[in-house]
């Protein structure tokens, strides 16, 4: 072992570690659009959904859902965006890609078994998904809000199963909103907060 290497003692490890979860939950914050981008434009189908498919009697009330495909062509738009932006890469914030390129992959995977199965079984497995990202995206950055949305998620799951398929419909939009859309806000705002308060003062 070579004797130049910097020894750390308990509490310098604890605040590296927490040094580093810091550092990713500001990358996460930096990202935060991909979060709102997906968790608007789903409660947004599944409003528009329940609304063609109960008020309207709409026969093709599926069509709702052409807001996935608008919802993909922003999300590379972001994507080739925050690659010309450099970012500091962590083992947690490694760890939270790849879970969420599972779920994305989850849900690519879902789309072809329900259209051989039929559709009116997907949201409670969807929902399940949702809560299963967020749930661990939270743990990893020990953000209490998106850990409860994501446990919530786990709950409405199971109730959605035993509900008619309007119902479920709607029940996917509430969950969307307190796993994604009220976590990200927050997630956001809290550490735009705290970084205005971290700034350096000039004189």
Request: aromatic share 16%; net charge positive.
């Amino acid at each position: 072992m070579n004797g130049n290497e910097p020894k750390f003692d308990a509490a310098e490890s604890l605040m590296l570690i927490r040094s580093m979860i810091e550092t990713t939950k500001y990358s996460i914050r930096d990202s935060s659009h991909y979060f709102l981008l997906w968790g608007w434009a789903v409660m947004i189908g599944c409003i528009a959904q329940f609304t063609l498919l109960s008020i309207f009697k709409y026969p093709n009330h599926y069509l709702a859902w052409l807001i996935t495909p608008v919802a993909l062509v922003v999300h590379f738009i972001f994507i080739f965006k925050d690659r010309k932006q450099s970012r500091t890469k962590t083992f947690i914030g490694d760890a939270n890609n790849y879970l969420w390129v599972a779920v994305g992959s989850s849900f690519a995977v879902l789309a072809f078994i329900f259209a051989k199965i039929g559709w009116q079984y997907c949201f409670p497995f969807y929902i399940l998904i949702y809560g299963i990202g967020t749930s661990v995206s939270g743990a990893l950055l020990q953000f209490r809000p998106m850990v409860i949305g994501g446990a919530t998620c786990f709950i409405l799951a199971a109730v959605a199963a035993y509900l008619p398929y309007n119902l479920q419909i709607l029940l996917t939009a509430f969950a969307i909103l307190i796993s994604y859309i009220i976590p990200g806000h927050l997630l956001r705002n809290h550490y735009n907060k705290t970084r205005l308060h971290t700034l350096p003062v000039v004189l």
